[in-house]
């Protein structure tokens, strides 16, 4: 019986490292290329993880005193706080001053959001 054991554990440990393995040559292949979106998402990528952890305590502060039920919870925190981040974000991203607070760097004139070109 514990033969089986090590065998099962052995394979369950393959199909965790064929599945990051996966993971890892699909996100080589279509987020190596760039791209409008990529872009965006790079450049949000700092600014959104200093806003969210505020934005979260806010946002289950009412959550967690307006339902019961922990699953609905769980999708309205999540849920709301990404859109409430990313707003902010594009809020900030738009006010030159508010800029440095989150450390978005400036755009020269004739230059896409990513400072890139």
Do not use: C
């Not at 190596?32 to 965006?40: H, I, T």
């Not at 009412?62 to 339902?67: A, D, E, T």
Request: no cysteine; charged share 10%; net charge positive.
């Amino acid at each position: 019986m514990p033969g089986n054991l090590y065998f099962f554990a052995l394979a369950r440990n393959l199909y965790g490292l064929s599945a990051l393995l996966t993971m890892l040559a699909f996100a080589y292949k279509y987020l190596s290329r760039g791209g409008k979106v990529l872009d965006y998402l790079n450049q949000a990528a700092f600014p959104v993880y200093i806003l969210h952890q505020s934005v979260m305590m806010v946002i289950a502060y009412y959550v967690l005193q307006w339902s019961n039920d922990i699953s609905l919870q769980f999708i309205l925190i999540a849920m709301l706080t990404l859109i409430a981040s990313l707003a902010l974000f594009e809020t900030f991203r738009h006010i030159a001053p508010l800029r440095i607070i989150l450390g978005i760097k400036m755009v020269k004139k004739g230059t896409n959001d990513s400072g890139k070109g």
